[in-house]
């Protein structure tokens, strides 16, 4: 059960976030960025928790590519299948069928920066002091 709050509150983190740089950055959002963002920090959380020991601009290269996948992926099925017309990168150059382009991808390296110190910290000192909070009776589960 605890494995399920943390990765809720991780996924939650990530979808406010996500939904919050669109609409600071394009002054709206789309319902589909939201679930978009939730999935996205879900990934970049294991990245950057993860014990691969590379280069930390190599994991920020890794979460940038994440993210353009991610993002493509949702795109083709917002934009392409159900025609809801939520993004069009059509006229910037480097794009990729209007869905990601590199500007972009290259926007999400540097971003990737301070998501892996965040999510670094976010696991090392918020979510295990948030688990038992929420779940005070398997304050053994947390350690393990």
Not at 7 to 29: D, H, K, T
Not at 72 to 78: K, L, R, S, Y
Request: hydrophobic fraction near 55%; charge should be positive.
């Amino acid at each position: 059960m605890d494995r399920f709050v943390q990765r809720a509150m991780i996924f939650f983190i990530g979808a406010f976030g996500y939904y919050g740089i669109e609409v600071l950055f394009r002054g709206y959002s789309h319902w589909t960025m939201f679930l978009t963002g939730g999935i996205a920090f879900l990934c970049l959380f294991a990245l950057f928790n993860s014990r691969c020991p590379l280069p930390y601009w190599v994991l920020c290269l890794m979460g940038a590519a994440m993210i353009t996948s991610i993002e493509f992926a949702v795109g083709i099925v917002v934009n392409r299948w159900l025609n809801w017309s939520v993004w069009d990168y059509s006229a910037l150059p480097y794009n990729l069928s209007g869905q990601v382009c590199l500007l972009f991808s290259g926007i999400w390296f540097v971003l990737c920066i301070p998501i892996g110190v965040f999510s670094r910290l976010l696991k090392n000192k918020v979510l295990q002091r948030a688990i038992l909070f929420f779940l005070p009776k398997n304050k053994e589960l947390v350690n393990k």
